[in-house]
Nanobody, 123 residues
Framework: EAQLVESGGGLVQTGGSLTLSCVAS????????IGWFRQAPGKEREAVSGISANGLNTHYADSVKGRFTISRINDENRIFLQMNSLKPEDSGVYYC????????????????WGQGTQVTVSS
């Protein structure tokens, strides 16, 4: 059974940094693209960033470009989201997600979701 477990969320002041981590199990991690979504209260879940199976291609929402960095360590079945210069609008629950495709940009639904980790950026 596939499982994604996020960690690293918390409370941080505007301008601060956090690093989220997601560890995966139950599937061939290095075969698939994986990434992050977030959802703020009263808003739809939105894609934040994704990384291809081989780690060579990364994608970011316009709102986080230049501030967030996604990476993966296939030997550890783990991905990271380094978040810098955080803003209050970055607050929300961040979800790790995998697509059973080598490319994050393939237009298919997410196949597996984590439970989420809360990020709160105070103003």
């Amino acid at each position: 059974e596939a499982q994604l477990v996020e960690s690293g969320g918390g409370l941080v002041q505007t301008g601060g940094s956090l690093t989220l981590s997601c560890v995966a199990s139950g599937f061939r991690f290095d075969d698939y693209a994986i990434g992050w979504f977030r959802q703020a209260p009263g808003k739809e879940r939105e894609a934040v960033s994704g990384i291809s199976a081989n780690g060579l291609n990364t994608h970011y929402a316009d709102s986080v470009k230049g501030r967030f960095t996604i990476s993966r360590i296939n030997d550890e079945n783990r991905i990271f989201l380094q978040m810098n210069s955080l803003k209050p609008e970055d607050s929300g629950v961040y979800y790790c997600a995998v697509r059973y495709s080598r490319s994050w940009q393939i237009p298919r639904p997410v196949d597996e979701w984590g439970q989420g980790t809360q990020v709160t950026v105070s103003s």
